[in-house]
């Protein structure tokens, strides 16, 4: 199926993503995972960690979310603070004991347990099986849903059109682009719509958006003008950074639309009620 | 010709903040870029129609180019000492001022009083044009983007498209006003005007000077693409041809060249190859009716040692120049070349100028970008830009007493406050109990959101924390389980 979305070219400008060496996923659906809340999500979309829960328990799952857990360490770790990142780092290692899966709702957090951890921790050896072993089984939700729960998604909501925004770490770390884009087509009455220059930044960066605000301004100021040109009703990402970044620059810009996390969006369409029951 | 003076020096004002702020201000130079980004983004896309090829190829590249930077030191000798024996003359230079000093002597030996230029961004490096018109040599670039900058009295914004962020029309008023000549926005009027005017200077200069695309060690040759001709020209006929280059860029064999060549010919313009492959191996032979009486080559080092002393920092030196990263850059594509400030602007001028100039000159270069990845995607010898930045941003933020000394200029945004948020930051996100404490607080007092929050929200609104946390979300829903 990735296949087919590989070579969809939304638009000319579009950079297709690489798959060194596509991942292996296990063939049988674990009973327990941890649910990695990522801080953004803690604190400003919780609801989406929350929709995440009730869609692994929907599988079958047994959810554990550590109550020690913070951040992955990605905001001091991309300004350069590494000692910093290694230690928040560091103390989010300890919260999983277990051999189960780590299910992360944020692509570049999953990115970073997967791919950084280990550059992070590059001069301890001690610590390479147990990262390893780590980034063996940590999952963004998208991807989890979809490659081992193998999710059959009943789409129950009324007709609509979509736009995917896509985190560029997720895309380039996790392709979850690729995995968004196949849940969304499960719901029958989804329409998702392309929007120009689809696969470029929105601007967030973590503290690039803080630290170079003009240029930043100017990369949200592009991609929220072409979500509102799409023609999509809502925008859904699998990045809680991103939807800071863009909800924020809509509600400044007093427009309409908005961003919601694609978790909540898959649990509301697939409950029949319309998310009421929260 | 006109009587227009031949001094390009634009001295760009402000700090990049400024520059990037006005760049972004200028509805036209962004229309400008973003029109010619994405048709050569399109047209990159189209020359690398396989990508299980595109990616073979690219992990080829970036084995050639850690191989010859394993062993620089030994293919440098290497290729001096055939160079030498083709009768290339070899020129060392550590810094800009003694590449400089080279050429004017050579200059000086040949009483040049005009030099014809090919493309060169280490001539730019150099500041050569500015350097020989003080001391009385004119020095024209033949290259047309390169051409109409120095019309304009700019630098280039683009390694390979130096007028990129003009367009036709910004052409046509430059050439009408400078040349005298009759306001035209056909575009192949305007070339053909460029062309009637430099081909005059190619028989009037003493001195050809090109760059290098690769300089084969094995068999002393200097490899030179060009599209329009006028390499050829200025490096065969003048009676004095000097290359200037890196020392990075040495490749072992002729072996190396051919898919290296590939890359960078597709990446940079979707070309299968260029109009012209110049090969030099020499100067003209007894037996042979063209070509200078005198090649020399300079290479220069100019801060590219430093980058080579550090395992990661070295892949920066991959670079083959085909600018695809800063074609593919969000942030290039809205502030253009000028912005930077240096010669090297996007994505790989961010990593390579602060070994060029230090990074105390370009403090903020490493932090304007988002990270998003795209340069490393398409770089095609698998630069890890990405990482490189943000290894660049630890060096930016250490210590002034830091024992680890790695570059020049390194700890230029040391900030004892900021370390100190960061030190704050972490406390919070390694001590659970505190965490709770904040984030009780946090979401109950989100109605105290202070609806300013510095630069963010000069373009958002203030994000305001939810009522409760996921911690408190998940503690009760799973309790019940």
């Known amino acids: ?278 | 010709m006109n009587s227009h003076t031949l001094i390009p020096t634009v001295q760009l004002h402000g700090d990049f903040k400024q520059r990037a702020r006005g760049a972004l201000g200028d509805a036209q130079l962004r229309q400008n870029f973003r029109s010619a980004m994405d048709s050569l983004m399109a047209k990159r896309a189209s020359a690398f129609s396989d990508a299980d090829e595109r990616e073979r190829l690219r992990a080829l590249g970036n084995q050639i180019r850690a191989r010859a930077l394993s062993k620089l030191p030994e293919l440098l000798e290497r290729l001096e000492q055939n160079l030498t024996r083709n009768g290339v003359h070899v020129h060392w230079a550590e810094t800009v001022d003694e590449a400089n000093a080279i050429v004017l002597e050579i200059a000086r030996a040949h009483e040049a009083r005009q030099v014809i230029k090919g493309k060169s961004m280490v001539s730019e490096e150099m500041e050569m044009n500015h350097f020989l018109a003080e001391r009385g040599i004119e020095c024209l670039e033949s290259d047309m983007g390169e051409y109409i900058v120095q019309l304009d009295n700019e630098k280039p914004s683009h390694i390979i498209m130096p007028a990129i962020h003009k367009n036709a029309g910004q052409v046509a008023s430059l050439f009408h006003d400078k040349l005298g000549v009759e306001y035209t926005k056909d575009v192949d009027q305007l070339i053909q005007i460029g062309r009637r005017t430099l081909r005059r200077k190619f028989f009037e200069a003493d001195i050809g000077v090109s760059g290098v695309n690769f300089a084969v060690a094995e068999t002393g040759t200097l490899l030179l693409v060009e599209n329009e001709g006028n390499g050829r020209m200025s490096t065969t006929v003048p009676a004095v041809h000097i290359a200037v280059t890196g020392i990075e860029k040495v490749v072992e064999n002729l072996r190396d060249t051919v898919p290296l060549l590939s890359l960078l010919t597709r990446s940079a313009l979707g070309q299968p190859i260029t109009t012209y492959v110049n090969m030099i191996s020499g100067p003209r032979k007894a037996d042979e009716l063209d070509g200078p009486q005198e090649v020399h080559l300079v290479l220069l080092d100019n801060g590219r040692s430093q980058a080579f002393a550090d395992s990661e920092l070295r892949q920066t030196l991959n670079c083959i120049r085909c600018g695809a990263c800063m074609n593919h850059c969000p942030v290039y594509t809205r502030i253009g070349g000028h912005a930077y400030g240096e010669v090297y602007p996007g994505p790989i001028g961010k990593i390579i100028t602060p070994h060029l100039v230090g990074l105390d000159k370009v403090p903020d270069h490493p932090s304007a970008s988002s990270l998003c990845g795209a340069c490393g995607e398409v770089c095609p010898v698998k630069i890890p830009i990405p990482s490189i930045l943000r290894r660049l941003r630890e060096e930016n933020v250490k210590a002034p007493n830091d024992p680890h000394q790695v570059m020049r200029g390194q700890g230029s945004k040391y900030s004892p406050r900021e370390r100190l948020a960061w030190k704050a930051w972490r406390t919070l996100y390694t001590t659970p109990a505190l965490y709770r404490l904040f984030s009780f607080f946090a979401t109950r007092l989100g109605g105290l959101t202070p609806s300013k929050l510095g630069p963010w929200t000069e373009h958002h609104v203030a994000p305001i924390p939810a009522k409760r946390s996921l911690h408190e979300l998940a503690r009760q829903h799973l309790e019940g389980k």
């Open chain 1, 1 to 278: 199926m990735s296949q087919l979305f590989h070579n969809a070219a939304p638009n000319a400008t579009r950079v297709a993503p690489p798959l060194p060496t596509p991942r292996q996923y296990p063939s049988q659906k674990p009973g327990q995972v941890y649910l990695f809340g990522t801080c953004v999500v803690d604190l400003f979309f919780p609801e989406a960690g929350l929709d995440a829960i009730r869609l692994l328990e929907r599988e079958g799952l047994r959810v554990h979310f550590p109550q020690d857990q913070g951040c992955c360490g990605q905001p001091a770790y991309t300004s350069g603070y590494t000692e910093e990142a290694r230690r928040v780092a560091r103390k989010q290692l300890e919260l999983f004991a277990e051999d189960w899966p780590v299910v992360v709702p944020s692509g570049s957090c999953a990115g970073m347990l997967r791919e950084h951890y280990a550059e992070l921790f590059q001069d301890e050896p001690e610590l390479h099986a147990r990262l390893e072993a780590l980034a063996a089984r940590t999952f963004e939700l998208a991807e989890f849903l979809l490659h081992v729960c193998k999710v059959q998604l009943q789409d129950q909501g009324a007709p609509t059109k979509v736009a995917l925004h896509t985190s560029c770490s997720a895309r380039r770390e996790m392709n979850t682009h690729l995995h968004g884009r196949a849940l969304l087509a499960q719901l029958s009455g989804v329409e998702r719509v392309e929007h120009d220059h689809e696969s470029e930044c929105c601007g967030f960066g973590g503290t690039f958006s803080i630290r170079m605000p003009d240029i930043s301004g100017a990369m949200v100021a592009d991609k929220t003008q072409a979500l509102k040109a799409s023609g999509a009703a809502q925008v859904v990402s699998a990045d809680c950074g991103c939807l800071m970044n863009i909800n924020g620059a809509l509600a400044k810009q007093q427009a309409a639309l908005r961003g919601q996390h694609l978790a909540s969006f898959l649990w509301q369409r697939t409950q029949g009620n319309g998310g009421a029951d929260r």
